[in-house]
């Protein structure tokens, strides 16, 4: 029964493991991306569900407003900071994304691994020539 007066943290962790199996599994970097950003909106929504009171109002004190019913501000103050760094991030993850793909003309983790690693091996044939 506490599982289900809880359902907004399962939903968080739910959210968090979608978002994990989304960056550990798939090999485009698109995708994971989409994954951290998954994982970024579940910490969100856990923040901003720590944050929720049933029946709650807006802290904003007017005439005669009950103090203990009001919502505690700071999860979603801290949440409106965190989601302009993600945004920021993701923003800058991109671009360097667009400048792998116009390098090595692919998005494939393992692809890029493998050509690196022949390109070292390359290398190492060419000094010791």
Sequence with gaps: MQLLRNYHYVAAMLLFCIGLYTVIMRRNIIKKLIGLNIMETAVFF???SLGYLDGGIAPIRVGGADP????????QA?????IVVAV???ALALALVILLYRQYGTLD???LFRDEGEAEAGEGKGEAA
């Design 46 to 48: 856990f923040y901003i």
């Design 109 to 111: 983790v393992d692809r």
């Design 68 to 75: 203990s019913r009001m919502v505690n501000p700071i999860p």
């Design 88 to 90: 920021s991030v993701t």
């Design 78 to 82: 801290l949440i409106l900071t965190g």
